[in-house]
């Protein structure tokens, strides 16, 4: 294949959504696989919802994902600018060029008159049109709208008999649309600002774009802009419309499914090679029965005809699931990493972690005793807390374990602590063993209630390994308080 190149074209109207994102990564493989250029657009004509927080927020995004761009608005290119509101020479000049051509005509009508014909034809029952009276205006007529001070819109004029329009989608197949179903689109507004089926066709064209990879939303586009490089006597880029992704109760994926803006999910700890790695899943199978993928495998074996046409469901146990993977995969071989998203994840719950050496330690330690429960950054909150913070009582917990006469065996496990040597779970274990042999019980009738006491919870990670961690003094701490609270002292804060 010549030099590919694609893009990915997002309106800076909010932050960049999963299905965004995922349409991106489409672009982007397609691009690295055939080393090709993957160019990032910036389609913000419309400046009622454009902002550039938004702008800056998708860029940050992308980069946070990993997907680089060769050309783009921050870092230019030789068909910049890659902004469309910086482009508006380049709009201005095929709009007169259509007009020259006969391809496109100024439309006088007012909003009001536009919104009558389109009552009509619902009165009537019959689809709307445009009813195409600004077609044939004289000149005599257009200096008469001109002179009543109306500014025209730019329209399009579909020919008659034209063609049909053959699209050949390389994910759906082809599709073969009748001209004669279109209306004459406005592709000028009458304030100057270009329409997208316009603003896109042109930039599409003079940058070069060898294939336009997009959402089936703008499927319904398609035809439009056909037309439009039919007038402009552009050959059209090849196209691949990928289905659109749903919610568990497969229904389009929106708010009402849980979170949908990417950053969400890099702030609740997810890592970008996971999200990649799910994306593609999402899309096809590499293989029946694999499921874990590094980049350079999905660049190299990513083929846009395995892409089905069917929507995928938006699977958030599996995503979850495979991002265990790859955080156990991380800390093996890059640990630093998994403690940097970990202490970030804190930090934002109000749980900050020492910013020293011995901080660092601190929070290593307590990633290995939390261990394959750490699926997700979040999760060093959920089964870690209380290393970062007091413990919370569960008060179910506390009324099944913290009676009377767990009392002596607590305050019996606190004193072994504080008198044991090296502080190490072996000998915390063996303290554990020794009291409840003295007291002739169970080992059961202090584990328990000593999880509850130095925890809150009935669940969690393994009760030595978390004492060693803790440290003698906060154990012994919270051994003793919660000795004092089974004894029915009623004992808050130690
Ligand atoms: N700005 C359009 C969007 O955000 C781009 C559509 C396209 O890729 O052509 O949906």
Redesign the pocket.
Known sequence: MGSVRT?????P?GYLHVG?AW?AFFGWLFARHHGGAFIL?I?DTDRSRSTQAYEAAILEDFRWLGLRWDEGPDVGGPVGPYRQTERAPLYARYAQELVARGAAYPCYCTPQELDAERKAAEAARRPHRYSGRCRALTDAQRAAFEAEGRRPSLRVRVAEGAEPIVIDDLIRGRVVFDPEHLDDYIIVRSDGTPL?NFA?VVD?HLMGITH????S??LS?TPK?FVMYRALGWEPPAVAHHPTILGADRKKLSKRHGDTALRDYRDQGFLPEAMLNFFALMAWHPEAEREVYSIDELIRGFRIEDVGAASPIFDLEKLTWLNGVYMRRLLEADPDRVVELCEGILRRAGLPVAEDAAGRRYLRGVIDVVGERLKVGRDIVVYGDFFFRDVVFDTGAVAQYLKPQAAPLLAAYADALAALGPFERGGIERALREVCARAGVDARALVHPARVALTGKTAGPGLFELIEVLGRERAVARLRRGAAMAAGEGVEGP
Not at 7 to 11: E, F
Not at 212 to 215: A, D, E, N, Q
């Open positions: 893009r990915y074209a997002p309106s109207t965004g349409s657009r389609e997208y896109n599409d336009v990879i997009r959402g939303e703008h586009n802009q």
